[in-house]
């Protein structure tokens, strides 16, 4: 089996010392070196996290194989919070006058199943130097190349099925961007610092999605504090935020947007 075929359940069913190997083994072909092995819990059971340095950028391994990606919202319970909230955003003019889960249904991915090939991702997302038609260019000489939309899903989520990648619910009363630590600034489980502030907006190799934020729009325009969290939902994919990125009026603000490196294994 290639490290590209590794898959998450295989990955979940390794002893640290095979896990080990495997890491030194994607080090080898990166040309880097591990810098991290530990092992965290995760949905109910261990997972191996696994931190490689390559040319002075850290990459963390993403096991992928068969996932379930995309949200359901017919099956989320929201909290009586998150209802008020957006019920207030409602009044206010915001959401499209639709209700929460209809609302949801619009700028959350889908539920289904997709098959990522195993990969290293950057653990922290980097500022386009150029714009995004240029960027995978600039990437690629670099031995590198863009995340694709279910790639950065996947390693997000981290095979969580729950609005955000720690649970379904987000501290209303806390901003949903800048520092001061809190839920949304730990690392993930694969130790990706991701969907860490709605200011930012990561593009993927999908044109039609951004992800990990909005660029601020909903902060800016006062939406309410659900939809200011909302854009660090794993599936959030920002329609209207990436229709902007890719027209006119994003033409030239390629250091406002940022992506999240990926080496592919073999």
Not at 24 to 44: I, P, Y
Not at 104 to 109: G, H, N, Y
Not at 206 to 215: E, L, Q
Request: with cysteine; net charge negative; hydrophobic share 40%.
């Amino acid at each position: 089996m290639s490290l590209a075929e590794l898959t998450l359940d295989h990955w979940r069913s390794l002893d640290r010392a095979a896990a080990g190997r495997l890491a030194h083994e994607a080090a080898a072909q990166a040309g880097g070196r591990v810098v991290l092995l530990d092992t965290v819990d995760h949905l109910g059971a261990p997972l191996h996290r696994v931190r490689i340095e390559r040319e002075g950028q850290e990459f963390a391994l993403i096991p992928g194989g068969r996932v379930r990606l995309g949200f359901d919202p017919d099956a989320w319970v929201p909290t009586a919070a998150q209802i008020a909230d957006f019920e207030e955003s409602r009044a206010e003019g915001y959401g499209y006058e639709l209700p929460l889960k209809d609302y949801l249904a619009e700028v959350l991915s889908p539920v289904r199943t997709a098959a990522p090939a195993t990969v290293l991702m950057a653990v922290r997302d980097e500022t386009l130097t150029e714009c995004p038609e240029e960027m995978a260019d600039v990437l690629a000489a670099r031995g590198l190349r863009m995340p694709s939309a279910d790639e950065w899903e996947h390693a997000c989520g981290a095979g969580a099925d729950t609005l955000f990648r720690w649970g379904n619910e987000c501290p209303l009363e806390e901003p949903s961007y800048g520092g001061g630590g809190g839920v949304r600034q730990e690392p993930n489980a694969f130790g990706l610092h991701i969907a860490y502030d709605s200011y930012a907006t990561e593009l993927s190799g999908d044109r039609a999605a951004v992800h990990g934020g909005d660029g601020g729009e909903a902060v800016c325009g006062g939406y309410g504090a659900l939809l200011a969290w909302l854009p660090l939902a794993t599936a959030n994919r920002n329609p209207s935020v990436a229709e902007f990125v890719y027209g006119p009026e994003g033409a030239g603000m390629g250091e406002e947007f940022s992506t999240r490196p990926v080496f592919s294994l073999r």
